[in-house]
């Protein structure tokens, strides 16, 4: 078995398999796994997951990546490969079809596996430009490439993004992660942003994860959580 930082591929010694390669991660003593490609570039590759001595012992090394980081978070593991391209990936285990399967994607395979879902180009009707007005607390603010917009900071009284029109507030975005929800509702925060964000004409939360990722936390009860959320949005 191959050990330290670093990411292996070798040559399926099986010629009859339709998944080509073997993958070793340095994890729990070695991770190994059939799959199809060397990388998730252009879509997510499934993996097989195989017993450790399956690894060849003079297998034919196709790909060797070191690896900045390779850490199993919850049902998931992330690497981070040691190079400026290509470099963050997850082995992501999950179930299809009442069985257990483990899928490796990329954030570029991650966004392509949603292909219905595209973000607005067209300019905003009657207006030559929409001006987002971004608050001023926004750490890591969306560019909005690509969108006929233009942003400005300013501090604002609800919401992380905001439209003005005839000098009055018209709509406004509150965005979270995850772990911020979670807290927010946890110390009532939440409940008195929802109220500041009803009293506008147009308002939405936005949380950057999927709504099962919920009931995955370890420092919060999920269903208590989830019971929160739908209590606010019933009020």
């Not at 190994?32 to 097989?48: D, E, I, M």
């Not at 308002?203 to 606010?232: G, T």
């Amino acid at each position: 078995m191959p050990n330290g930082g670093e990411l292996l591929i070798v040559s399926n010694p099986d010629q009859d398999s339709s998944l080509g390669y073997l993958l070793c991660l340095p994890i729990a003593g070695g991770l190994v796994s059939r799959t199809a490609g060397t990388w998730p570039r252009t879509k997510a590759l499934f993996c097989y997951p195989m017993p450790p001595d399956a690894w060849p012992e003079h297998g034919e090394v196709v790909e060797r990546v070191p690896l900045r980081s390779c850490v199993r978070r919850g049902a998931a593991i992330e690497v981070v490969a040691d190079r400026a391209r290509e470099n963050r990936s997850q082995l992501v285990f999950t179930t299809a079809r009442g069985r257990e399967v483990v899928f490796w994607q990329s954030p570029r395979t991650r966004k392509q596996a949603r292909p219905n879902v595209t973000l607005p180009t067209a300019r905003a009707g009657g207006l030559a430009d929409l001006e987002i007005i971004v608050d001023t607390r926004e750490q890591y603010a969306y560019r909005f490439a690509g969108q006929a917009v233009s942003t400005v900071s300013r501090s604002l009284p609800c919401g992380d993004y905001c439209v003005v029109a005839d000098g009055r507030l018209v709509a406004a975005v509150e965005r979270k992660s995850l772990a911020d929800l979670v807290s927010s509702v946890a110390n009532g925060k939440l409940r008195y942003a929802l109220g500041d964000l009803a009293a506008l004409p147009r308002a939405a939360v936005v949380v950057e994860d999927r709504y099962s990722a919920l009931f995955k936390q370890r420092h919060a009860r999920p269903a208590a959580v989830a019971d929160a959320l739908a209590e606010y949005q019933v009020r």
